[in-house]
């Protein structure tokens, strides 16, 4: 894996055969960094052929999407709806802190839900993580030491589910949700393993998707100056923002975000993750009045 802007060398056997992971497509099916999605719930509501239209109506080219192998139906008739509308697929797990608890319990949800997707063929394209040691709940009271020993747990979940997707399906993308400030409270010494090329390495993420919100966001100054960290450790990063920071305004921040860090991190930028479909206003309309 490569978290660089290198140019493959398409007359060495090795260098075509390795994965390069990657987010979503461009219209020719082709790898691209212009990724533009977003985390994707409440998929059984309208159903899959709505769900995937609602979301290239938004213009996305990838989701995040909710898995739950209970409900196998509904996700893959999601997964292949996406993917009817060439919208690249990563099923997204561990959506609960009590893994951080019990790391091992990671490798195993993981095996399990690339075992489902072997299993049914699913076109996929990644997995993401959404376990974020932060949410925790001995986190916010907790001593440096404590949060310390959380974060190491959440590192240590990142590798089993790494050694999961290496064992049982290769070549897919693992990404994962993260704060925007793990990699300045590393400098900061109150964090270990924090930095975006702790968290970006062959042996853990291919991606990291900082999340942006929650008062950290509402203009595209301030999430560029959050997104910082990350770029400059050389991360491949995706912007996490919601939907609810901007509304109207969601567009014009958007293209003020892509067109700054495409200028000023071309090599690890590769888009923008929305908080959240279930979020938008038109949420449940008719197709037709979707904006």
Not at 68 to 75: A, E, G, V
Not at 120 to 144: F, M, R, T
């Amino acid at each position: 894996r490569v978290t660089d802007e290198s140019e493959p060398d398409f007359d060495n056997e090795e260098e075509n055969n390795r994965f390069i992971p990657y987010m979503c497509v461009d219209e020719n099916d082709q790898p691209s960094k212009d990724c533009y999605g977003g985390w994707f719930y409440k998929s059984r509501i309208y159903g899959s052929v709505y769900n995937a239209k609602f979301a290239k109506l938004k213009n996305w080219n990838y989701v995040l999407l909710s898995a739950n192998i209970k409900q196998k139906d509904s996700l893959i008739a999601n997964v292949q709806e996406f993917r009817k509308q060439n919208i690249t697929v990563h099923l997204m797990t561990l959506e609960d802190t009590g893994y951080l608890d019990n790391p091992g319990q990671g490798y195993s949800l993981m095996k399990q839900l690339l075992n489902f997707v072997n299993e049914y063929n699913l076109d996929i394209q990644g997995v993401h993580i959404d376990c974020e040691p932060h949410a925790h709940p001995n986190w916010k009271n907790g001593s440096v030491g404590v949060r310390n020993a959380i974060f190491q747990n959440y590192i240590r979940v990142i590798e089993e589910c790494r050694q999961a997707v290496n064992e049982v399906r290769p070549n897919v993308t693992l990404s994962a949700a993260v704060a925007w400030w793990y990699s300045s409270r590393t400098q900061n010494n109150e964090l270990e393993n924090g930095r975006g090329y702790d968290l970006v390495n062959e042996d853990r993420l291919d991606f990291i998707i900082p999340m942006i919100y929650d008062g950290a966001g509402g203009t595209a100054e301030r999430v560029l100056n959050r997104a910082e960290d990350y770029l400059t450790d050389n991360a491949s990063t995706v912007i996490g923002i919601a939907y609810a920071d901007y509304n109207e305004n969601l567009n014009s921040t958007v293209t003020t975000i892509i067109e700054r860090s495409k200028m000023n991190h071309p090599n690890y930028f590769n888009g923008i993750s929305i908080f959240s479909n279930h979020l938008y206003e038109d949420w449940g309309n008719e197709l037709d009045d979707i904006n």
